[in-house]
């Protein structure tokens, strides 16, 4: 009775001192467990919405209410009302402001703000109550470790508790024949993994900041781990990393797009070893190796630096920025500024490194012109135009939707969704005709399909009519009235084609002992490409002809719509159909674009 008398005292102390971080994830979880009850309504996707919504703000709000009761802590309680309702409002405004109101509008790009937000509040935690002068650096790395500690011990906690509840109902339902429902256990999971494992870690920090301040003896399992593990472990790392900056230099090539983050991770990863051993610098046994591996570990990342500076300007120079290639450029800076600030200040202090990182990524989310969305956006704009000028697509203004560019249509075309996604359709819309502006504000099209322009776009830009009367112009495409359907009586075998990516095209098939290779060159010409079908490497037919066929009375652009878009070919004793989704014709060169063939194949009778 007197353990339990304890517990509930500091269960009340826990509620008393962590109102907010306890509320914030009483919501996130009433929220889930609702959502998980969503297959026994109907679903209404705004309201899901709006859900997912609450959760996001919910989740945030747990570790942005932690970190601003420490900086209540820090600078008096008489402050801490004032501190927890601007926490509020930054939450209400995250929730009204950032997430958009409509869940379409809710896409992937999210994920460059959710992510860089959730860290920051993360940061926060680990640097709100020392970004006054005058608390020394023992304190801070105390208040962290314990925090780590603390948070592992709560991932053990949670993971046994949520077991043992977990079999605690299976033994009841099965033993007493009761019926908990069926979402009894994912419920208790997330009631068990949110605002359990909250609680408990909030036990485990009852008395604030000053008990995670308080000096502990340091651990012996977290000094074996990073002295017999960690660092060797890093060892092996740069020397490969080393090893491959040779590659490059005697190679004289540019490095692989991928180095960047190999290195950020073994940076980020050397950084938190030096952190995790830092108060071991004052210790007799580990002073002199904790001191070495400190000096050498940050004079040795200076060449992967240049390396990892080479690796990103190559893909902006290239490509220009991206959200992803910004971020990575933005780590570097940092990761530079850490180097800096520690190989030259002789009393360098570990808060700058979480300090400095939060305010890196607080200017990429705030800072105008500079922050990362607008940058991403305006550079990928002179991208953009500098395709379309490269490739003389621009016709006083506004694209020519005649024009066969091949391959360099993907990379217009994604630019273009880039763009679009991020909201710039008015910006789009000054290049495009505007006979096309309603028909993008309704589906919100590309323009572009695979080297050539979309059909749809091309229609009705030309009123149906082709643009120019000129054959090098004339763009038909055959399509299948059928779709997808297709009867397959009296044929033994039906084999779709498997596209493997490649200009070249090849699928081979195996018929009993009998092998049937179908090759061809995507957006082939009739004077360059092929089109064949060849039975075990010897017997071939050649398949250009018949496709010519099928486009021999059409001389206008357009769409055609054909009952039965096929070709038939003896192959030595089989009998093949193809059988196409689309087949495209453009130009006097007879360019030809081949979709989703199938092959219908018997033995001659």
């Not at 109902?169 to 908990?180: K, M, P, R, T, Y």
């Not at 490194?353 to 990928?380: C, D, E, H, K």
């Amino acid at each position: 009775m007197k353990k339990l008398s304890v517990f509930l005292q500091k269960a009340q102390g826990v509620v008393l001192r962590y109102p907010m971080v306890l509320l914030m994830s009483f919501i996130m979880t009433s929220v889930v467990i609702y959502m998980t009850e969503a297959k026994d309504r109907q679903y209404d996707d705004e309201a899901n919405y709006i859900q997912v919504k609450l959760v996001i703000v919910s989740a945030l709000g747990i570790s942005l209410m932690f970190a601003l009761k420490m900086l209540a802590q820090r600078i008096g309680k008489g402050k801490e009302i004032l501190i927890q309702i601007s926490g509020l409002i930054f939450l209400l405004g995250f929730y009204f402001l950032v997430l958009p109101t409509k869940n379409e509008d809710f896409s992937d790009i999210y994920v460059f703000v959710l992510v860089p937000t959730f860290i920051l509040s993360h940061l926060l935690v680990a640097v709100a109550a020392f970004f006054r002068a005058g608390h020394s650096e023992k304190n801070f790395w105390e208040y962290n470790k314990n925090l780590f500690v603390n948070f592992f011990l709560t991932g053990i906690f949670t993971q046994v508790l949520t077991g043992g509840v977990e079999l605690a109902i299976v033994a009841i339902q099965q033993l007493f024949n009761v019926d908990f429902g069926s979402n009894v256990y994912l419920e208790t999971f997330f009631a068990l993994t949110i605002f359990g494992s909250t609680f408990i870690f909030l036990l485990f920090n009852d008395e604030g900041l000053s008990s995670l301040e308080q000096e502990t003896k340091y651990p012996v399992v977290l000094k074996f781990f990073t002295q017999f593990i960690l660092i060797p472990l890093l060892c092996i790392y740069v020397v490969i990393l080393y090893l491959y900056s040779a590659k490059i230099l005697l190679a004289w090539e540019l490095p692989r797009g991928w180095v960047s983050y190999l290195i950020l991770a073994y940076a980020s990863v050397g950084i938190l070893a030096l952190l995790l051993v830092h108060p071991l610098k004052e210790d007799e046994d580990g002073k002199s190796w904790v001191k070495i591996f400190g000096k050498v570990f940050y004079v040795a990342l200076i060449p992967l630096l240049v390396l990892l500076f080479v690796a990103i300007f190559t893909r902006i120079l290239q490509y220009g920025f991206t959200e992803p290639r910004y971020f990575v450029l933005l780590l570097a800076l940092w990761l530079a500024t850490v180097v800096l600030y520690f190989v030259l200040n002789k009393k360098a202090n570990i808060k700058f490194i979480p300090m400095s990182l939060f305010l890196f990524g607080l200017f990429a989310l705030i800072f105008p012109y500079f922050n990362v969305f607008s940058t991403s956006i305006r550079s990928q704009k002179h991208e953009f135009e500098k395709l379309l000028t490269e490739n003389d697509l621009l016709e006083n203004g506004t694209i020519k939707f005649t024009k066969y560019i091949g391959n360099t249509s993907i990379e217009i075309s994604e630019k273009f969704n880039y763009l679009n996604k991020r909201k710039e359709k008015e910006y789009l819309k000054n290049f495009l005709p505007e006979n096309l502006h309603a028909q993008f504000d309704n589906n919100h099209t590309t323009f572009w399909l695979n080297g050539y322009f979309n059909r749809a776009s091309i229609d009705t830009v030309n009123g149906g009519k082709n643009h120019s009367n000129s054959s090098e112009n004339i763009f038909v495409i055959l399509e299948n009235e059928s779709g997808f359907t297709t009867n397959i009586k009296g044929y033994d075998y039906a084999v779709p084609y498997s596209w493997t990516g490649k200009q070249s095209m090849e699928n081979h098939f195996k018929i009993n002992n009998d092998e049937i290779k179908f090759s061809f060159v995507l957006f082939g010409a009739r004077a360059q490409g092929f089109f064949r079908l060849t039975l075990n490497g010897d017997e071939t037919v050649d398949v250009f002809p018949s496709i010519e066929n099928l486009f021999e009375n059409h001389t206008e652009s357009k769409t055609v719509k054909v009952k039965d878009l096929a070709v038939e070919k003896d192959l030595g004793k089989y009998h093949i159909k193809i059988i196409f989704q689309s087949i495209s014709s453009y130009g006097s060169s007879k360019t030809y674009q081949i979709n989703a063939p199938l092959f219908l194949i018997k033995e001659k009778r």
